[in-house]
């Protein structure tokens, strides 16, 4: 089992930055892929951006290269996502999921653990 919690969403204008974090919290680490993944309102769970717990392999939705950079801290368990040059359409909640997967993937149904998510909303 491995728990999830997201924090540091909010609100913020057109073109400033956010980061959030999501603590992980279990017995092992091993061959564990963190993503994160976002959902607006009425619209599909859309693939943000991913990481393996181990080495420097990182994956990222054609909608965020450039802006958004996934990183983590090994020894606080924990994996932050870095988004600058905010715009209106990145408005969505945004959740932190895991899963034991051999590569960085992109499809949330490939993730077996999912955290509460967190609310990024950005003014136009």
């Known amino acids: 089992q491995v728990q999830l919690v997201e924090s540091g969403g909010g609100l913020v204008q057109t073109g400033g930055s956010l980061r959030l974090s999501c603590a992980a919290s279990g017995r092992t680490f091993i061959n564990l892929v963190m993503g994160w993944f976002r959902q607006a309102p009425g619209q599909e769970r859309e693939f943000v951006a991913a990481?393996?717990?181990?080495?420097?392999?990182?994956m990222y939705g054609d909608s965020v290269k450039g802006r958004f950079t996934i990183s983590r801290d090994n020894a606080k368990n924990t994996v932050y996502l870095q988004m600058n040059n905010l715009k209106p359409e990145d408005t969505a909640v945004y959740y932190c999921?895991?899963?034991?997967?051999?590569?960085?993937?992109?499809?949330?149904?490939?993730?077996?653990?999912w955290g509460q998510g967190t609310q990024v909303t950005v003014s136009s």
């Open positions: 999921a895991a899963g034991r997967l051999l590569y960085v993937e992109n499809e949330w149904s490939k993730y077996t653990y």
């Open positions: 990481i393996r717990w181990s080495g420097s392999i990182t």
